[in-house]
């Protein structure tokens, strides 16, 4: 699980993710705040995000688009959080790939 945070760090949703291959993140589930994400992203226009792992936190955009009779949410990555993403303990170096950053390695 993991908390979608509006670009100014307040809380936004819950939901449950799925790593892609393209650097996006998939929301397979948005658990609570549905109405605040789409509020977000229609009436307000944003679509910068943060990604609060619980260790890890991380930039993205938000996107969205109707699969079939059901609408999907994804978080593209941004560039930088590729090499370096913040954590309660500094900042981890990802690499140019990814990173994964283990309960109690910090």
Do not use: N
Request: glycine share 8%.
């Amino acid at each position: 699980m993991a908390e979608l945070l509006r670009d100014d760090g307040q809380p936004l949703a819950c939901v449950t993710l799925e790593l892609s291959e393209t650097r996006q993140l998939l929301v397979e589930r948005v658990i609570s705040g549905k109405s605040d994400l789409l509020r977000y992203y229609f009436v307000e226009g944003r679509h910068d995000v943060l990604v609060d792992l619980g260790a890890v936190r991380l930039r993205g955009v938000l996107t969205t688009r109707w699969v079939g009779s059901e609408r999907r949410w994804w978080v593209r990555l941004a560039a930088s959080a590729q090499r370096s993403c913040e954590t309660d303990a500094g900042t981890v170096d990802a690499g140019a790939e990814h990173a994964t950053v283990a309960p109690g390695s910090e």
